[in-house]
């Protein structure tokens, strides 16, 4: 499992000023994570990634979803997760509705975690999304699995070893080497997995094969 940057760079994005700086607070207090910036909304995010120089650039950013007239987190989660080398993103929010958690995981968000969280979760989090792990606040997998308790798929041991090696953050190099088996054959096998699955992403495999218990946390 890639074990994440010593020390991960956090960009916070929030609608309120309150809001922002306390949490901008809260990130310089915890343990090996340090706030690069905040931003208002998605745009101005955007602008600052792109102004931000190559070693001060964040590993996650801290998504608020809705903020007001300015790009919401959804569609703002999206660009930045359409960059080259983008970081990861995860959303922290009062929000939990079945719409705002899938539309943010089909963005490609790698976390939900929701306001109420303490620092300690948060912290967790913010370590886990820099390592590429889906991270699921309980009530926010407990909605997930809403959804697919009336299906439950079945994967192959195969299958649920590759979903299980995306949720630890693997790219398909690194599945391909440790299962011995060739990018194109990963690559197969994430076909059938986001088929049965009903998803068209790799963070949204992972969100819906937690949700199913059809493989463990990573950690």
């Known amino acids: 499992m890639n074990g994440g940057p010593a020390v991960v760079r956090v960009l916070v994005v929030d609608d309120h000023p309150v809001v922002r700086r306390g949490l901008r607070a809260m990130v310089d207090d915890l343990p090996d994570v340090t706030a690069v910036g905040e931003a208002a909304d998605g745009a101005a995010a955007l602008d600052l990634l792109a102004a931000l120089p190559a070693g001060q650039r964040p590993h996650v950013v801290l998504m608020d979803l809705q903020m007001g007239s300015g ?40 976390g939900y975690l929701l306001k109420d969280a303490p620092p300690e979760d948060l912290a967790a989090a913010i370590h886990a999304t820099a390592r590429g792990e889906t991270v699921l606040a309980p009530p926010v997998a407990a909605r997930l699995l809403g959804r697919v308790r009336a299906g439950r798929p079945t994967l192959s041991p195969r299958e649920a070893e590759i979903l299980q090696l995306l949720a630890e953050g693997l790219p398909n190099r690194q599945i391909s080497k440790r299962l011995f088996i060739s990018e194109a054959t990963v690559k197969t096998h994430l076909v059938h997995i986001y088929d049965k699955l009903g998803v068209d992403s790799r963070t949204s495999a992972v969100a819906a094969g937690l949700a199913a218990g059809l493989i463990r946390p990573a950690g």
């Open 71 to 110: 790009m919401h987190g959804v569609e703002a989660t999206r660009r930045i997760t359409a960059l080259p080398d983008p970081p990861a993103v995860l959303i922290l929010t009062t929000y939990s509705t079945d719409a705002d958690i899938l539309a943010a995981v089909e963005a490609g968000a790698t």
